[in-house]
């Protein structure tokens, strides 16, 4: 995920203090969004062996299917990242997103 350890002294307010029979004892400092979107896509790639951009048509789907499930979209400027990491336009990216959510057969 990428989280960083830190001493509780060291808590910012976004930062996820864990405490034991009330004595806080660990900060847990959050990565930004966009670095875990960066973070899933270099894993995806790694998964299939090769540039998310040199995958099939087929492929490119089943990443965006798989990104939706985790939330990628949700991250500001989600579907031009992906976009870039795919080699594909931000349209083709909202058409495969729309193909998910139609009924079969349409």
Do not use: C
Request: proline letters at 5%; glycine letters at 8%; aromatic letters at 4%.
């Amino acid at each position: 995920m990428g989280a960083e350890l830190l001493g509780p002294e060291q808590a910012q307010p976004d930062d996820v203090v864990l405490a034991w029979e009330g004595r806080d004892v660990i900060a847990v400092r959050l990565p930004q969004l966009s670095d875990s979107l960066d973070r899933i896509l270099a894993a995806l790639a790694r998964r299939h062996g090769m540039p998310l951009a040199d995958l099939d048509r087929k492929a490119k789907q089943s990443v965006v299917r798989t990104l939706e499930a985790r939330g990628a979209f949700s991250v500001r400027h989600g579907v031009e990242t992906v976009a870039g990491a795919l080699g594909v336009s931000r349209f083709t990216v909202y058409n495969y997103l729309n193909r998910e959510l139609s009924p079969k057969g349409e």
